[in-house]
């Protein structure tokens, strides 16, 4: 089964134990054959795929009335996938979203790792730092790259921990934000557990 | 006593009672021919003010070491200016600064209201909304506008609220800001009340 979750820059796929990724700029979705299941949060994309027999688009399948009209696809299989947690999805954005009983409580959208470095980089030069993940969040910055590290993932940090849930890392900047959030567990492959729970109560295949 | 608070992207004057800003882009210093005691964060800006006489840096009075060496001089004066507060400066940054019984202890850099605007519609055109400054911090968003609004004000507030000290909002954007951090004590001329002080400590005028 290949599975697929399509996000504002790439194509993310599964095919039994091996995931790659694609760039939505330039890969091209009718050179595939075979069956792919999918979720898409890129419209532009989505148009494109709709258009393609193989290419299903599992979103269908879930009862999205628990949820929001414009709430991302991906965001929605994640929780979907869970009972109880905080769920941390780090890509382009960094979706927070609670899940808790098996009831969605809301969510909130922060800027992802990249475009968080290039905001900080825009407002001034004198901002143009990598972030560092090895921060002590205990301490008070005295340093500008410790200054704007802090305002970047301590606040998240508060926040996310103000809920007293367990926190669930995924997306493709899971692995710095674990250097944080060192009690969170780390699933890569969330959206596709998901992805796989949806399918098999549809039984699909 | 005319004085200016140059950021990165304005000439902030304070002439007697009134204030003006003009944009560093088209801003020509050299029309200025009376005493202009400055600080400026532009260090391109600051090239050309130290070419001009009448311009007078007052940074040089100021007692750095408690400080760090690339912590901008706004943010200085700020600190300089008050004995327990959390300073939050709203410009194009966010800076976030903490003085305890006239002690620096540290501070972080968070993006300002229009660059994390940016920040979210780079990201996606789904998320390009302006900020609901009218959001009820208490509740788990569900709707798109509030799931940017609460990552961008909650985790600053959550992070700020913490310091268990009055809270100072200072900045362009600080009225806004007011709206979240309803207790906050609104100073829109704290640093030209710290310049003042500097300036006065030296006996400059």
Not at 30 to 46: D, G, L, M
Not at 144 to 155: E, P, V
Request: hydrophobic fraction near 40%.
């Amino acid at each position: 089964m290949l599975l697929c979750d399509i996000g504002n820059t790439s194509y993310h796929f599964l095919d039994g134990e091996t995931d790659y990724k694609k760039d939505v700029k330039c890969f091209d979705a009718s050179s595939i054959s075979k069956n792919v299941y999918y979720i898409c949060v890129n419209s532009e994309v989505n148009a494109v795929l709709k258009t393609l027999k193989n290419w299903i688009d599992i979103s269908d399948l879930i009862d999205k009335s628990k949820y929001y009209v414009t709430m991302g696809i991906d965001r929605i299989v994640a929780v979907e996938a869970l009972l109880s947690a905080v769920i941390v999805d780090a890509g382009s954005a960094i979706t927070v979203d609670i899940v808790n009983n098996g009831n969605f409580e809301g969510g909130f959208i922060y800027p992802g790792v990249d475009a968080m470095r290039e905001t900080y980089k825009n407002i001034s030069s004198a901002l143009d730092y990598s972030f560092n993940f090895d921060l002590d969040l205990d301490i008070m910055p005295k340093n500008s790259q410790d200054a704007i590290s802090y305002g970047f993932l301590k606040t998240l940090y508060s926040e996310v921990m103000s809920h007293e849930l367990p926190v669930v890392l995924t997306g493709g900047n899971a692995k710095e934000l674990q250097k944080i959030f060192k009690n969170a567990l780390l699933n890569e492959t969330l959206i596709f557990d998901g992805m796989k729970q949806i399918i098999k109560k549809a039984k699909l295949c």
